[in-house]
């Protein structure tokens, strides 16, 4: 039987595109880790994560119940050993890329990604579901690790979250990347780069407040900038992402002009 390892400080949250989310780790002494390195952010960061959406998703050919209450669980292997690519097509800026995501090219991943289906199954097998109509995984009829490992692979697809085409080097420089610890793109002057893309990998979760993380980390970096290069002005507070506006003072004058957050930096 699979055991559920939900650590005490990865609980279930609500979730503004489904109901609930929740982050999971496989345990530390599955054979899964024998074979592989454990690809987890931290020591407590999660492998896999289950959506739970108030909707009917089968992957059977099968006509939804016409009433009653519909639950459907997407499960997601958060912390991914593949890793996938994009190749300029054409010297023609116009021309669309090659974008090869690999998903489950890497076989940590069928494996993690094994192990969150039979965990989404016993989770949902459980009394309190009783009575849902149940999508997806819970509805598959894969029982061998074959069947399981090919219902995986016909029924992925991603959440949105590509990360990493021009992610940072490591401050050593041992590992090469697009752009520096400061996030100058390498061989290019004045030219930073401030999104997801510089994400070394996906990190363990959703992204979007690390976004808002580096953001702010990149305004303080072209303060920093800022200062060195125009003396006599300085910026009278740290940003923080609020989307009200800010204080640039001159401190030679003490005239206080106000800009927008992202208008003039
Ligand atoms: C449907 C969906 C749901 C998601 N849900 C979540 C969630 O619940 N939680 C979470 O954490 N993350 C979520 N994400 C992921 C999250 O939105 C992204 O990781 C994040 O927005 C990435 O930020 P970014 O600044 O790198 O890129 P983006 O937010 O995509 O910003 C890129 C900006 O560049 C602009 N742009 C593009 N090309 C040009 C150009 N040539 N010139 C000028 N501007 C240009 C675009 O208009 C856009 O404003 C979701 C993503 C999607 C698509």
């Not at 939900?6 to 074979?35: E, G, T």
């Not at 190749?87 to 090219?105: H, K, N, R, V, W």
Request: glycine share 6%; proline share 8%.
């Amino acid at each position: 039987m699979t055991t559920l390892s939900i650590p005490q400080d990865l609980a279930v949250i609500p979730c503004s595109q489904c109901s609930a989310i929740a982050f999971l780790r496989v345990p530390s002494n599955n054979s899964i880790f024998q074979q592989f390195p454990d690809t987890a952010t931290g020591p407590g960061a999660p492998h896999y994560e289950f959506l739970w959406r108030d909707a009917w998703a089968s992957s059977l050919p099968v006509t939804p119940p016409a009433t009653g209450f519909f639950t459907s669980v997407v499960q997601v292997v958060v912390a991914p050993a593949s890793r996938g690519s994009i190749t300029l097509a054409s010297a023609d800026p116009f021309t669309f890329p090659i974008i090869d995501p690999a998903f489950l090219t890497s076989e940590f991943d069928v494996l993690v990604a094994r192990f969150a289906f039979k965990s989404v199954r016993q989770f949902m097998n459980a009394t309190s579901w009783q009575g849902f109509n149940l999508g997806l995984a819970p509805d598959s009829i894969a029982e061998t690790d074959e069947e399981i490992d090919a219902f995986l692979r016909n029924n992925t697809a991603p959440i949105w979250h590509p990360v990493g085409t021009n992610r940072i080097q490591s401050k050593d420089g041992k590992e090469v990347g697009v752009v520096d610890s400061k996030l100058l793109v390498n061989g290019v002057t004045g030219l930073r780069i401030v999104d997801a893309s510089v994400f070394p990998f996906i990190i363990g979760g959703h992204p979007q407040a690390t976004v808002y993380a580096l953001a702010e980390r990149a305004a303080d970096l072209i303060k920093e900038q800022f200062a060195r290069e125009v003396p006599g002005q300085c910026w009278t507070e740290t940003p923080r992402y609020t989307g009200i506006s800010r204080e640039k003072s001159d401190s030679a004058s003490k005239t206080r002009i106000h800009l927008s957050y992202f208008g003039q930096i």
